[in-house]
């Protein structure tokens, strides 16, 4: 059958009709599902090893999460350390500068008092008809500040160190105390150590001691003797504070420590010169817990030179010292000696009339000490000797050669802490000593009769 050009026409256009929107909604949904078009699809037949790079391009974007699902274990490494730090971290404490986490302002800024208060009774010495004390007194007043910073670590096994201390005395005198600060690189095996302030010198251990934790009333009687002004001023072989800076080198955990400085008196002398300045070296070695945590052993050494006096008298002075103690299972005993050497040039054209042997002045002395200090330290008892010689052959013409005003003093001590922050003392000490005037002859036997021992109770607050 024939059909004509014009109904062929008609049934291609109804064709078209039909087919036009059954393709458009075959290509959009191949769309919608990510499927190419079939331009696309002719085109990639060539080379099918394309179709991978969608899935390349979705794998990094899961990875992660993937791996941190499929291995698991090394979340228990960070718990791990936390539960078990390190032992270097254990011992140092190592913490961030004012750490806002621990808020430890007590110890950035610690108040530091001391009083002292009592009865003190000496006897009246009849040989030499001197006048002693008998009445209550204010002995020490003290109140500052100190404080450290939380040790800093600067590198691995190194820490920094900063501490000070800012204290006066108020009684029986107004006078400075401690005013320094200190910087320290702590190491196991080195630790150097840079001070600078008023301090004490580091010279003699019995001047070292904290006020808090003395034995006894007061420090060794042969450090700085009273009397006349020989002995206050020429012979005292103890220095006292002093102003200046020094460096220590510390070793083994600061188990051995070498300290050494130069340090000039507070006061002004009246004629100031460079020679006046003091220059002091100690070194001290502790035992710590090595040998047993309740048993130590301390010992030190100190040397010290000065080119003149800070007054117009132009000797010089050296000193050396030596001490010893032994702590065990709360006993302890031990010892200090300690001899200044003194060019008298001051009184050497009397001397050279006299016909002495030579200008020099050889002051000495020295104490041991032994005691026990009971359980928690609430009670305390210890016994010193003393011994001192000034040396003062060659104090005035015309004292004979062979004079010697050697002092002696023996003293019993008992303590007892009520609670942690106060502390009473009784003091006992007997007296072998002489004072009389310049010009006297003296003897071995006076020595002997002089009688003025001396009574102390006192009261200790120290916080």
Not at 213 to 221: H, I, K, M, V
Not at 302 to 323: C, H, K, T
Request: aromatic residues 14%; charged residues 25%.
């Amino acid at each position: 059958m024939m059909i004509g050009g014009s109904a062929l026409k008609r049934i291609l256009s109804c064709m078209m009709t039909v087919a036009m929107p059954v393709l458009l909604m075959q290509t959009a949904f191949a769309e919608s599902a990510g499927s190419p078009s079939p331009e696309e699809v002719s085109q990639a037949e060539p080379a099918p090893q394309v179709e991978p790079a969608p899935k390349a391009e979705i794998v990094p974007d899961t990875e992660p999460a993937l791996q941190a699902e499929a291995a698991p274990e090394p979340e228990p490494a960070p718990d791990t350390e936390k539960k078990l730090p390190t032992a270097d971290e254990i011992d140092h404490k190592v913490d961030e500068f004012f750490s806002p986490k621990k808020h430890r302002l007590w110890q950035f800024i610690k108040p530091n008092f001391l009083l002292r208060t009592g009865f003190y009774h000496e006897q009246f010495d009849e040989t030499n008809q001197i006048l002693r004390q008998s009445r209550f007194k204010v002995f020490d007043a003290q109140f500052g500040f100190a404080g450290s910073l939380d040790k800093y670590r600067v590198a691995k096994e190194w820490y920094f160190l900063l501490d000070y201390k800012v204290k006066g005395h108020f009684a029986p005198s107004v006078a400075p105390g401690d005013a320094y600060l200190s910087a320290e690189l702590h190491n196991f095996w080195f630790s150097p150590r840079f001070k600078m302030g008023v301090m004490k010198v580091p010279f003699l251990h019995s001047e070292l001691e904290d006020d808090k934790g003395l034995y006894f009333f007061d420090r060794p009687q042969y450090v700085s003797p009273y009397g006349n002004w020989y002995y206050s001023d020429m012979v005292p072989i103890g220095l006292g504070r002093h102003a200046g800076a020094s460096m220590r080198f510390g070793f083994f955990d600061n188990a051995w420590t070498i300290e050494g400085g130069m340090f000039s008196n507070l006061e002004k002398p009246e004629q100031e010169h460079w020679e006046n300045s003091v220059l002091a070296v100690r070194t001290e070695f502790s035992s710590k817990d090595w040998i047993h945590e309740r048993v130590r052993l301390e010992a030190g050494a100190g040397y010290y030179y000065q080119e003149q006096l800070p007054w117009r008298i132009v000797n010089s002075r050296s000193a050396v010292a030596a001490d010893l103690r032994v702590y065990a299972y709360g006993a302890f005993v031990g010892g200090e000696w300690a001899m200044q050497t003194m060019d008298d040039v001051f009184h050497k054209t009397e001397y050279e009339g006299q016909n002495y042997s030579n200008t020099w002045t050889r002051a000495m002395g020295y104490q041991v000490f032994a005691g026990y200090s009971f359980p928690k330290r609430r009670y305390e008892l210890a016994l010193r000797y003393q011994w001192y010689d000034p040396d003062d052959t060659n104090l005035q013409p015309p004292l004979p050669e062979y004079a010697n005003q050697g002092r002696r003093w023996i003293t019993a001590a008992a303590s007892w802490w009520p609670i942690n922050l106060v502390r009473l003392m009784l003091n006992y000490t007997h007296k072998m000593e002489l004072e009389a005037s310049e010009t006297e002859t003296y003897s071995e036997h006076r020595l002997k009769n002089v009688s003025n021992d001396e009574v102390q109770f006192y009261v200790q607050i120290a916080l």
